[in-house]
């Protein structure tokens, strides 16, 4: 029989578990503490899209653990810097500050204050199944698992997903941001079509 797992004891259980034990990754590959293997088709939640174990990764963060751990947002690092300037070169024209998070959810939190603080308007609009985080103001964007914590920001609105007519409808002079995924995980890998989000930028 499989023990439980330490963590069911102590950890406050507010996902669904699937019942497995993840020990180890390799690439894409997973084993669990029983040594059954599986394909890591989700990437870590896309946060291992570089692979499990990278050797590259791996060096590079144990290199950087004798240096430095950690360095508060309130002094300059180089190797800070070093980050932001290959993700600006690697973002779209235009795109040339870089804000640093911790988490999905909490860059959600800074695209919702930036696009308020921008316009001065506090309206969003999302896309029906999507899903942008579980903080307060994230999950006022987020279709699902908000019944427990209503009422949450006002002013958010939810269309259905590629259909441009209602987005029009939805935008208007209290709109501060469309928000969406450019494809719906959470809401069961539904691609938003090229010529919404063609739409979507231009409202
Ligand atoms: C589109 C999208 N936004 C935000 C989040 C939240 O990310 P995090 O769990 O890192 O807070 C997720 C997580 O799956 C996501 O898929």
Redesign the pocket.
């Known amino acids: 029989m499989t023990p439980t797992p330490l963590e069911a004891q102590y950890a406050l259980e507010v996902y669904p578990r699937r019942g497995i034990d993840i020990a180890r990754g390799q690439g894409a590959q997973l084993w669990d503490s029983e040594g059954n293997e599986y394909l890591d088709c989700a990437a870590g939640?896309g946060v291992a899209n570089v692979g499990h174990s990278n050797p590259a990764v791996a060096k590079a963060i144990a290199q950087q653990a004798e240096i430095l751990v950690t360095c508060p947002g309130i002094f300059y690092n180089d190797q800070r810097g070093v980050l932001m300037q290959r993700l600006v070169q690697l973002s779209p024209p235009g795109l040339n500050r870089v804000f640093l998070c911790n988490?999905?959810?909490?860059s959600?939190e800074a695209a919702i204050k930036l696009a308020r603080a921008s316009t001065g308007r506090t309206g969003l609009v999302s896309a029906m199944r999507g899903?942008?985080?579980?903080t307060l103001g994230?999950l006022s964007a987020t279709f699902k698992y908000r019944d427990a914590f209503e009422p949450l920001l006002p002013g958010c609105t939810f269309v259905p997903l590629n259909n441009i007519e209602k987005l029009d409808n939805a935008v208007d002079d209290t709109t501060a941001a469309v928000i969406l995924?450019i494809i719906q995980?959470?809401g069961g890998v539904r691609p938003a079509e090229a010529r919404y989000l063609a739409a979507a930028r231009r409202f």
Not at 131 to 134: D, E, I, N, T
């Open positions: 939640v988490s999905g959810a909490e959600t899903f942008h985080g579980r994230s995924e995980g959470e």
